[in-house]
């Protein structure tokens, strides 16, 4: 699978270039699915994903002018046959996951099949924001936060330290200076101190693409390499 972990989509023409690199053709050639399935743990889950689905949402995804898009939800899946979604997600060019709750997000990968069929999708593009980016790194930077949303009597919470796993790093989005609302580097820093491998800082105007587990920075804004 390639992937193009993003902090807020496509938000400029770097990350566009790298998107369509990693799909061959141009994104008016192809077709996606999106997964707004992050979004339901908050109050306000309902409408965020609509905005996901409608590309209304401050970071630019489904309105890139894709030849289809399609739309997935991961709570779904466990209830249908699989022959009535997996040939829809391998005939994806790309998978679009919208952002959210971590913890929530690899808990449906999981229990959906999903996170087992990714690694046999060779050419299809993961396209992750904020938490779908998080999701398929090793660890979840989001844990204290994710948990305030666990339902009483869920097992979901022993989960809660790591994700999928899917790539060998860890990833912080939203990386700000200091003051501004979202991560600030010296709160990354001691995060990443307990990690015990790469961790990338990004912020709104950059992208990580992996490709054969080999890593590389698209920005056009401020990104850190914090290694431990």
């Given at each position: 699978?390639k992937?193009?972990?993003t902090?807020?989509?496509?938000?400029?023409?770097s990350i566009?270039e790298a998107?369509?690199?990693?799909?061959?053709?141009?994104?008016a050639?192809s077709?996606a699915l999106i997964?707004?399935?992050?979004a339901y743990p908050?109050?306000?889950?309902p409408?965020?994903a609509?905005?996901a689905?409608?590309?209304?949402?401050?970071?630019?995804?489904?309105?890139?002018g894709?030849?289809?898009?399609?739309?997935?939800?991961?709570?779904?899946?466990?209830?249908?046959?699989?022959?009535?979604w997996v040939p829809?997600?391998?005939?994806?060019d790309a998978?679009?996951?919208?952002?959210?709750?971590?913890?929530y997000?690899c808990?449906?990968?999981?229990?959906?099949?999903?996170a087992?069929?990714?690694?046999?999708?060779?050419e299809t593009v993961?396209v992750?924001?904020?938490?779908?980016s998080?999701?398929v790194?090793?660890y979840?930077c989001d844990?204290?936060f994710?948990?305030q949303?666990v339902?009483d009597?869920?097992?979901m919470a022993?989960e809660a330290e790591r994700t999928?796993g899917?790539v060998d790093i860890?990833?912080v989005?939203h990386?700000?200076?200091?003051?501004?609302?979202?991560a600030?580097?010296?709160?990354?820093?001691?995060?990443?101190?307990g990690?015990?491998g790469?961790?990338?800082?990004i912020?709104d105007?950059t992208?990580?693409v992996?490709?054969?587990g080999?890593?590389?920075?698209?920005?056009?804004?401020?990104?850190?390499l914090l290694q431990?």
């Open positions: 699978m992937l193009l972990l902090s807020m989509g496509v938000t400029n023409p566009a998107l369509e690199r990693l799909l061959g053709k141009p994104i050639e077709s997964i707004p399935t992050a908050f109050a306000e889950g409408w965020m609509r905005e689905i409608a590309g209304t949402a401050p970071g630019p995804l489904s309105e890139l894709w030849r289809s898009l399609g739309v997935l939800e991961l709570t779904a899946l466990p209830t249908i046959r699989e022959e009535s829809a997600v391998r005939d994806a998978l679009l996951v919208w952002g959210g709750d971590v913890l997000l808990h449906w990968m999981r229990e959906s099949g999903l087992d069929l990714i690694p046999s999708l060779s993961y992750g924001v904020s938490a779908g998080i999701a790194t090793s979840n844990a204290e994710d948990l949303f339902p009597g869920s097992d022993l999928l899917l860890a990833l989005p990386l700000v200076g200091d003051g501004g609302d979202g600030s580097l010296a709160g990354i820093q001691r995060w990443a101190a990690i015990p790469p961790t990338y800082a912020d105007a992208a990580i992996v490709v054969d080999a890593v590389e920075v698209v920005s056009e804004g401020r990104w850190k431990p």
